[in-house]
Structures are given as structure tokens and as C-alpha cells.
């Protein structure tokens, strides 16, 4: 697939998805509440693995209503931050995450997040999803974050021929701009949520299905 390809893709989806999305705001799962500062998108995009945006939502809003910074999630007890983060699932493990994460960042990072991947990577729970999350959607660096959608219509289209997100995210580097890395989540999570839906693609509505190679193939 040649970089225009995926731009021209880019392009027609940002028409489509770009009125009415939070610029900025990270499509895991934090709510409009709350600035996409460095500390809400990690804290959020932990919560969002292994379950769906409303969860997450619902999740991140009650945390950062009790506990809004790196020193309140480290001091506070880990069964009333479960209780409150209950709706993303795995409170328990998912708390234990925030409360170690927090005290890392305290103890390492001066309380705040680094920005560089080889650093992010190193906190628990944080592997190259929720780091290129925190870097594209926090810090405004050019980086792809690849989660189920992403992964699932990449192949599906046949921009990519990958078995997991990491590979996914490679390939995508290599055939998207640097500039339109950050766009990838942006908009195809978008349309995974709301056309490309995962078992019931609604591929009549698609303003891409031209370029797909699931259409295109007559597998529909
Ligand atoms: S044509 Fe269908 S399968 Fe392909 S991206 Fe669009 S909705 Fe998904």
C-alpha cells in the first residue's frame, strides 16, 4: 500500500470524524471532563485495557474525582481505588497498577510523566499501546497507538498483514507519514466504533470501502 493511499484514507476519514471529536482527547476512554494532561491520559489508558470506552469512562471519572494527581493515587488504599475504578474490570490488578505506577513516577520522574518511550515502557503496565497513546494524545508527538480497532481494520483492509499489534504498529510506520502517524488512532477508532463495527462492518455506509480490501475482495 503506497504512503498517498493511507493518507488519501487519512483525509477522507478526518472529513468524516474531524467536526464533534475532542481534539486531543484520548479515544480510550477519557471524558471531556478532564484535560488530556499527561497524568489523566495514563492513568485512563491503563484503565481502558481489556475493556470498552464507556467502562473506561466511567472508571477514570470516578478516580480522578477522589484521587487527581500522581501523590493522591500513590497514598491512596488500594480497595477504595479498586472500588472506584470497579467498572473498567480487574479493579484489583488495574488499581495495583495506578498506585505502582504513581509511586514510580514520584520517586523517579520528579511526579511527572516522561514522554520518551524507552521511559514509559519501563512503568507496569504500560507497553507501546498506552505509550504511544500518552505521546500522541498528552504530549502531541507524532506516534501510532494501536488497539483492537486499529489492529482489526488495518488487516482487515489490507493495509497491513500482521498478527499483532506491535507488528501492526510497524508496518503502519513504514507506509504513513510521520506527521499522520497520531491520525491512525484518531479517526479509525472512530470508525471502528461507528461504521467498521467488530462481526458487523456496515460496509454500505463505508467512505473508504474502495480501498479496503475486504470490500474490494467481495467478502462482505
Ligand atoms: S469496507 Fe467494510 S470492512 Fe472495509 S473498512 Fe469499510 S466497513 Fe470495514
Given at each position: 500500500m503506497p504512503e498517498k493511499d493511507v493518507t488519501l484514507i487519512l483525509d477522507i476519514l478526518s472529513k468524516e470524524y474531524g467536526r464533534g471529536a475532542y481534539p486531543g482527547r484520548n479515544s480510550e476512554g477519557l471524558s471531556p471532563e478532564w484535560d488530556p494532561t499527561p497524568f489523566h491520559v495514563l492513568m485512563a489508558t491503563i484503565l481502558s485495557q481489556r475493556t470498552k470506552d464507556n467502562n473506561t469512562r466511567k472508571a477514570s471519572d470516578a478516580l480522578f474525582r477522589k484521587f487527581d494527581s500522581a501523590e493522591a493515587v500513590a497514598n491512596a488504599d488500594i480497595d477504595e481505588i479498586s472500588e472506584l475504578i470497579r467498572p473498567s474490570g480487574f479493579p484489583y490488578q488495574k488499581g495495583k497498577a495506578l498506585i505502582d505506577v504513581c509511586t514510580i513516577l514520584i520517586k523517579e520522574y520528579g511526579s511527572e510523566v516522561p514522554s520518551d518511550l524507552d521511559e514509559l515502557l519501563k512503568l507496569p503496565k504500560v507497553g507501546r499501546k498506552t505509550a504511544n497513546c500518552v505521546r500522541s494524545y498528552?504530549?502531541?508527538?507524532?506516534a501510532i497507538c494501536v488497539d483492537t480497532h486499529v489492529h482489526r481494520i488495518a488487516n482487515l483492509m489490507g493495509l497491513v498483514k500482521t498478527r499483532t499489534p506491535d507488528e501492526t504498529e510497524f508496518a503502519l510506520m513504514r507506509i504513513t507519514p510521520e506527521e499522520r502517524w497520531s491520525d491512525i488512532n484518531r479517526y479509525i477508532v472512530r470508525h471502528g466504533q461507528t461504521v467498521c463495527i467488530p462481526n458487523h462492518p456496515r460496509c454500505d455506509r463505508c467512505q473508504i470501502s474502495e480501498m479496503c480490501a475486504r470490500y474490494t475482495d467481495g467478502i462482505r
Amino acid at each position: 500500500m503506497p504512503e498517498k493511499d493511507v493518507t488519501l484514507i487519512l483525509d477522507i476519514l478526518s472529513k468524516e470524524y474531524g467536526r464533534g471529536a475532542y481534539p486531543g482527547r484520548n479515544s480510550e476512554g477519557l471524558s471531556p471532563e478532564w484535560d488530556p494532561t499527561p497524568f489523566h491520559v495514563l492513568m485512563a489508558t491503563i484503565l481502558s485495557q481489556r475493556t470498552k470506552d464507556n467502562n473506561t469512562r466511567k472508571a477514570s471519572d470516578a478516580l480522578f474525582r477522589k484521587f487527581d494527581s500522581a501523590e493522591a493515587v500513590a497514598n491512596a488504599d488500594i480497595d477504595e481505588i479498586s472500588e472506584l475504578i470497579r467498572p473498567s474490570g480487574f479493579p484489583y490488578q488495574k488499581g495495583k497498577a495506578l498506585i505502582d505506577v504513581c509511586t514510580i513516577l514520584i520517586k523517579e520522574y520528579g511526579s511527572e510523566v516522561p514522554s520518551d518511550l524507552d521511559e514509559l515502557l519501563k512503568l507496569p503496565k504500560v507497553g507501546r499501546k498506552t505509550a504511544n497513546c500518552v505521546r500522541s494524545y498528552a504530549f502531541g508527538l507524532n506516534a501510532i497507538c494501536v488497539d483492537t480497532h486499529v489492529h482489526r481494520i488495518a488487516n482487515l483492509m489490507g493495509l497491513v498483514k500482521t498478527r499483532t499489534p506491535d507488528e501492526t504498529e510497524f508496518a503502519l510506520m513504514r507506509i504513513t507519514p510521520e506527521e499522520r502517524w497520531s491520525d491512525i488512532n484518531r479517526y479509525i477508532v472512530r470508525h471502528g466504533q461507528t461504521v467498521c463495527i467488530p462481526n458487523h462492518p456496515r460496509c454500505d455506509r463505508c467512505q473508504i470501502s474502495e480501498m479496503c480490501a475486504r470490500y474490494t475482495d467481495g467478502i462482505r
